[in-house]
C-alpha cells in the first residue's frame, strides 16, 4: 500500500478538498492518520469494527488496549455513553475542545474493538481545526489512538507517522508540529472520585478545581494484567537507545551524562537552555528548551526523543520534570519510556 502525504499549510489548515479526500478513505473503512492539539492519531470510524480492527494491526498494538473516540460536539458525547455523572456538563464547558478525554459507560454503537471489550469509552472533542474538520467531514465518530508503533514515542509530525507506519495506512493529512506534544489528560468519571488515568495536557489541579477531589492510580501494573488505562503497560513511549534519567539540576545532568559517555559509545542528552554538558565528539545534544517552561519542553518531547534515536545514540540522558502542573505529564512518560 502506498501512503499518501496530504498537505496542509498555514493559511489553509481546513483545506476542503484534501479533508475531504481523507474523510472518503475514512467513510470507506480506511486509514488516515491525522493531526491533534496533542499528537498525531490514527483515525477510523469508530462504528466500523473492520475498520477498527485494522488500526491494531497497523499499530501491533494488543488487542487488550482500548482507543480514544475523537467527536466534534458535545451532544456527540451524550450520543455515544450513557449514565454520565453531572460533573460530565461542568467538564465539558471548563476543558473541551481541547487535551481531556473522558471515560464513561458506552452506548452499543460504539464497537467492543474499541473499547477492548470494556463496558466503557474513552472520548473527547479535540481542539485541532484538522482534526475537527476530519471529524466533521467523515460524519463518524472516529477512533484513533496515538499514529505509533505500540510503545515508541508518540508522533508529533507527520515524518514521525511516515517512519512507523508507512506503507500500513493509507494516508497522513501534514499540518506540521503538533502544538502540545503530549496526549490528554484520561479521567475515568465513573468511579467516585474520578480517577485520573494518564496525565496530560489538562493538568490535575485544573481538573481539581472542577472536580474537587480527583483519585490518582498508584504504582504501574505489569505488563498484560487487566489495566484501567492503557497507557499504564509498563513500557511505553520508549525510543530505541536507552533512556537514564537523572535528578533535574545542571550537576547531576552534567554527571550524569558525563558517567553514560563511560558506558556507551554513542550518547544523546536531552539538554535544558544554558545547561552544560562535557564537550566530547560521541555526544549528540538536542537543545530541549527553557527548564521549567513546561509547555515548550512537552511540545518538544517526543520530538527530542525521536532526533537523539536517529542519531545512532545508544543511551541518551534526559532530566525528570516534577510532578506537578503540566510536568506531571512528562515525568509520567519518561519515568515509563525509561522502564526495562
Ligand atoms: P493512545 O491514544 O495510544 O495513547 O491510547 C489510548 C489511551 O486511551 C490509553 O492510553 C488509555 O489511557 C485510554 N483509554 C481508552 N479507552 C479506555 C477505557 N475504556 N478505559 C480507560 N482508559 C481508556
Ligand atoms: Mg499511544
Known sequence: MLTQRLILTGDELDDAPLIEQAAAIIRAGGLVAFPTETVYGLGADALNAEAVRRI???????AWDPLIVHVDTPEAIYRYTRNQPPVTERLILAFTPGPLTLVLPKREAISDVVTAGRDTVAIRIPSHPVARALIRSSGTPIAAPSANKFGRPSPTNADHVLHDLNGAIEAVLDAGQTPMGVESTVVDLTTQPPTLLRPGGVSKEALESVLGEVRLLSAPLESGEALPAPGLSLRHYAPHARLLLCAPTPEAFYGATKDALSRYAFVGAMRPDGWRTPTEP???????????????LANRLFLGLRTLEKQQTHAIVCPLPPEEGLARALHDRLTRAAQD
Open 56 to 62: 491494531y494491526l497497523a499499530k501491533e498494538r494488543p
Open 282 to 296: 560521541r555526544l549528540r545534544v538536542f537543545e530541549w528548551g527553557a527548564w521549567g517552561d513546561w509547555e515548550q
